[in-house]
């Protein structure tokens, strides 16, 4: 039986975001603004790395609505969501939990690809897949989730 507390993980931090890829299985990608003065620690520790578009599951939002959010804030993408890919468990680098949750997504046609938040996200495109290989080895892909987002997704698509 799995009853008991020592068996719980307590989560207070949740993210969320989709994975889209375009015809060639490349994946949508935005990149962290460089360094500036108004920025917090946590976002310099982010400048100029690159992820999916996603974020913080603000307090009364599901998880879904998030990577909706996140999508049209960081990307310019309104998406429509296929398919829920994966939720991973990782922490902060201060050692605090988060659950990350993605989804498989596609762009609808009134996306811009510029992101509504240029203060947060300088360069938004897709990136093939070697060029992500070689900027995960080179330790410029954000957090490990990312990688195994793409994965699920490339699996995914595959079926």
């Known amino acids: 039986m799995q009853?008991?507390?020592e068996l719980h993980t307590p989560v207070s931090h949740r993210a969320?975001?989709?994975?889209?890829?375009?015809?060639?299985?490349?994946?949508?990608?935005?990149?962290?603004?460089?360094?500036?003065p108004s920025v917090s620690a946590g976002q310099r520790q982010k400048a100029g790395l690159w992820h999916i578009?996603?974020?913080?599951?603000?307090?009364?939002?599901?998880?879904?609505?998030t990577a909706v959010r996140e999508a049209w804030e960081e990307a310019g993408v309104r998406v429509r969501l296929l398919k829920f890919l994966a939720?991973?468990?990782?922490?902060?680098?201060?050692?605090?939990?988060?659950?990350?949750?993605?989804?498989l997504a596609e762009a609808l046609p009134d996306s811009t690809f510029r992101p509504a938040l240029p203060d947060?996200?300088?360069?938004?495109?897709?990136?093939?897949?070697?060029?992500?290989?070689?900027?995960?080895?080179?330790?410029?892909?954000?957090m490990h989730h990312t990688k195994l987002f793409y994965e699920d997704a490339l699996r995914e698509r595959g079926r």
């Open 87 to 103: 939720a991973y468990l990782g922490h902060f680098p201060d050692g605090v939990p988060v659950l990350r949750h993605a989804w």
């Open 3 to 5: 009853f008991g507390l």
């Open 120 to 142: 947060e996200v300088t360069e938004v495109r897709f990136v093939p897949k070697a060029e992500f290989d070689a900027l995960y080895d080179a330790r410029l892909i954000r």
């Open 16 to 36: 969320a975001g989709v994975v889209i890829l375009n015809a060639a299985g490349d994946l949508l990608m935005v990149r962290e603004t460089g360094v500036s």
């Open 53 to 65: 578009p996603s974020g913080t599951v603000e307090d009364g939002e599901n998880p879904q609505d």
